[in-house]
């Protein structure tokens, strides 16, 4: 039996790892960890101008959250968790997207059953990979914690999951556009994340 494409196909890459993103932020906001914990001293401190050693170990976020600095210093702790959270939601829209376009055409049976140009999961479960996954990943202990409290590994992982998401897009449209972000989020990722240069050769 071969899958029938649903009506306004578009909605499973289009809109739900939007709807999904949404949904992840007003979860993690509503479990925010409004103070300051053992997991975002660091973050705090050098925000709030306690550290005055220079960053060298994460400068990509050191500039992404340089705005945070002229915060008043009470709120800083929210305002460093709170961004957080929003790497964290943007982080799993994307890996919705990323399901959403992994190709189904590697096997017979899948050829056989999908038969559009992009071969792209079709059908009316074809919204059960993309959210499974959020799920899976979102409701992660260790990533709820991170998601919850200011720290420069939910960036990271945002640019990790953005680089993962332009490889996909390029395989489906072919501009290059996407590979030039790519590498140019990937560059700065290995700035503040030597696990990146290990994936070097990889990308």
Known sequence: MKNEPIRGGNFVKDRLPWLVGGAALVFYLATLNHWISYLNTAQ??????????????????????????????GWVPLAVNVFSAVCAALT??????????????RTNAQRER??????????GLSWLPPVFAALVCGLQLTFWEHGTNGTSEMLNLLGFAYVIRACLEYRLDERESWLYKAA??????????WFMIALLPGF
């Not at 050098?46 to 002229?70: A, D, F, K």
């Not at 999908?114 to 059908?123: F, I, R, V």
Request: hydrophobic share 50%; net charge negative.
């Open 184 to 193: 140019l989020i990937f560059g700065a990722l290995m700035t503040s994340d």
């Open 44 to 73: 705090v401190a050098r925000i709030s101008g306690y550290v005055w050693q220079p960053e060298l170990l994460s400068p990509l976020y050191v500039l992404v959250t340089w705005p945070l600095r002229w915060v008043p210093p």
């Open 114 to 123: 999908e038969t559009s140009d992009d071969a792209l999961l079709s059908g």
């Open 92 to 105: 799993l829209g994307l890996l919705a997207r990323a399901v959403a376009l992994l190709p189904h055409d």
